[in-house]
């Protein structure tokens, strides 16, 4: 069992731009209709770097920025794990069509494919240079990416940044992947409670069937994101009768998400 704080959440998909958007959804449960979302546009990125950069690395940045904007921790001051189910969306396909002989791929857009890009551009952009993990376990990234975040965090008692992000493949990789939506989650996870903190978080691991339940709002086609099983646990920063959330992290093991405060 570990204990960690939530101190600043951030979150974007269809209809959800931010942690306040999410939070009434989450608090009144009231009809939810997903609204296209606007293509993020992360401030910490020069424009030379935004153009240079994939859509799945806007994504993950512009919602990391969101995080970080409600706390008054440094991003130098923090650890980084970044997860996804599939990190480089369509720098994949692109590679695929590299080797069915159909195309070529960009030289600038090449380096976007490897699964850390996210978080490089991320660590160079806030000269954030404590350790950085990027995961993927995944469907159940979201669980895994919280695990090694929050025992990173009670280990080296020291503040992490946690996002977990999803970018749309096109076909036919999504037959394969039925990522259709962008949908992705920013913490800041602390070890210890302040003032600050939204809630804090008892993790333990539990035996499962290994099947996520969603929330029924959630539309169905975001069921294949991994982050998106993360909106399961922020409810109870918002709701405090939802004590546990159960997030899969393996076919035969859950995350056990109990609020305690």
């Not at 590679?95 to 660590?123: D, I, K, M």
Request: proline content about 9%; overall charge negative.
């Amino acid at each position: 069992m570990m204990r960690i704080s939530v101190e600043a959440v951030g979150v974007l998909a269809p209809g959800l731009p931010d942690w306040e958007t999410a939070r009434e959804v989450l608090a009144t449960r009231w009809a939810f209709v997903p609204t296209p979302l606007d293509a993020p546009q992360p401030g910490c990125l020069p424009s030379a770097e935004r153009r240079r950069s994939s859509p799945t690395v806007r994504l993950a940045i512009a919602v990391a920025e969101q995080a970080l904007r409600q706390t008054s921790l440094s991003p130098q001051d923090m650890a980084m794990v970044f997860s996804s189910y599939e990190a480089a969306g369509m720098i994949t396909h692109q590679l695929c069509e590299v080797l069915a002989g159909t195309r070529e791929v960009s030289p600038t857009q090449f380096h976007n494919s490897v699964h850390n890009a996210p978080s490089g551009y991320y660590s160079i952009a806030m000269s954030a240079q404590r350790a950085g993990s990027s995961i993927c376990r995944g469907e159940w990234s979201f669980a895994a990416g919280l695990l090694n975040a929050a025992a990173q965090a009670v280990a080296d008692q020291l503040p992490v940044l946690y996002v977990c992000y999803d970018s749309p493949l096109p076909s036919p990789m999504c037959e394969v992947m039925p990522v259709v939506e962008a949908t992705a989650i920013a913490m800041v996870l602390t070890p210890d409670a302040d003032a600050a903190s939204l809630a804090a978080w008892e993790l333990t691991i539990a035996p499962t069937h290994g099947a996520a339940t969603w929330p029924e709002w959630i539309p169905p086609s975001w069921h294949a994101n991994a982050s998106a099983r993360g909106f399961a646990a922020l409810e109870s920063l918002v709701n405090p009768a939802c004590a546990t959330v159960s997030l899969p992290l393996s076919p035969e093991i859950d995350l056990a998400v109990t609020r305690c405060s």
